[in-house]
T-cell receptor, first 117, second 112 residues
């Protein structure tokens, strides 16, 4: 089946620094990728929708200048958390879909734990 | 406003029994509904998709029903096993959009 890889799995950074998380579709071309964040025991909250070759569409309340998304190719999207603060500590998950993946199914990466100290 | 509701209380059942999880939604007219499994600290894994014109879908020990009149989906795991312990999420495509919206999930514990 379709595989989505996310890297790094976990990262600890100092407050004020930037962190980049990569999301790759390994065996299919992802025309659209989605970025979510999830706090403990809470639902996945969609942050933004990333389309290859165009600007990402951010959800209401998500700061586009803080969470930079780049979808430079059909297999790679990156999320950069700029000037990270402790409140940005969370579980970030990407997902990908393609016209060729079956039944509008979304395939998720394994997630990235971000801890800002 | 649009809402997806799943029972926030954990469901505890004995091994071998059938687990039934509920997903209710309001102010949606989804073309399909999906169920995912999420283990702690991991990304969700797709389980089943059921379309609006399908009443029931099965996959091995899993069964999903979809009642568009009641605006409800039920997710059943028969002959449950401790390995089925996880959080189960239902998801709908946002009406008129291209986004998938998730419920908060229900945690299932299967005791041996």
């Amino acid at each position: 089946g379709a595989v989505v890889s996310q890297h790094p799995s976990w990262v600890i950074c100092k407050s004020g620094t930037s962190v980049k998380i990569e999301c790759r579709s390994l065996d299919f071309q992802a025309t659209t990728m989605f970025w979510y964040r999830q706090f403990p025991k809470q639902s996945l909250m969609l942050m933004a929708t990333s389309n290859e070759g165009s600007k990402a569409t951010y959800e209401q309340g998500v700061e586009k200048d803080k969470f930079l998304i780049n979808h430079a190719s059909l297999t790679l999207s990156t999320l950069t958390v700029t000037s990270a603060h402790p409140e940005d500590s969370s579980f970030y998950i990407c997902s990908a879909s393609s016209e060729l993946t079956s039944g509008n199914t979304i395939y998720f990466g394994e997630g990235s734990w971000l801890t800002v100290v | 406003s649009q809402k997806i509701e799943q029972n926030s209380e954990a469901l505890n059942i004995q091994e071998g029994k059938t687990a039934t999880l509920t997903c209710n939604y309001t102010n949606y007219s989804p073309a399909y509904l999906q169920w995912y499994r999420q283990d702690p600290g991991r990304g969700p894994v797709f389980l089943l998709l059921i379309r609006e014109n399908e009443k029931e879908k099965r996959k091995e020990r899993l069964k999903v029903t979809f009642d568009t009149t009641l605006k409800q989906s039920l997710f059943h795991i028969t002959a449950s096993q401790p390995a089925d312990s996880a959080t189960y999420l239902c998801a709908l495509e946002d009406t008129g959009g291209f986004k998938t919206i998730f419920g908060a999930g229900t945690r299932l514990f299967v005791k041996a």
